[in-house]
């Protein structure tokens, strides 16, 4: 059973940085893609970021490019999300994803699996 455990969630004024990490269980990390989406209270899970399997290729959504930055190490089988010069329209609760292989994760259905949630929100 694979597990994805988001950490590093909470309130920070605008203009503020928050780094997420997400921690994976399972041996078989390193051969999938990994992303981050997030989902304000009233609209639909959208997609942020996301990362092949070796961190060679990012992806980026267009309203976090320049700010946000995923990465991932493959030895502690953990997925980062730094997010700069935050917004308050980047508050929402931020999900990590597994994909279903190991590039390709740049919509709900291409997800395997997902984490529980961090929220994170931004003040004006």
């Known amino acids: 059973q694979v597990q994805l455990l988001e950490s590093g969630g909470g309130l920070v004024q605008a203009g503020g940085s928050l780094r997420l990490s997400c921690a994976a269980s399972?041996?078989?990390?390193?051969?999938?893609?990994m992303g981050w989406f997030r989902q304000a209270p009233g609209k639909e899970r959208e997609f942020v970021a996301a990362i092949s399997w070796s961190g060679s290729t990012t992806y980026l959504a267009d309203s976090v490019k320049g700010r946000f930055t995923i990465s991932r190490d493959n030895a502690k089988n953990t997925v980062y999300l730094q997010m700069n010069s935050l917004k308050p329209e980047d508050t929402a609760v931020y999900y990590c994803a597994r994909g279903r292989g190991t590039y390709g994760l740049g919509s709900s259905a291409d997800v395997g699996h997902w984490g529980q949630g961090t929220q994170v929100t931004v003040s004006s």
């Open positions: 399972g041996r078989t990390f390193s051969t999938y893609a």
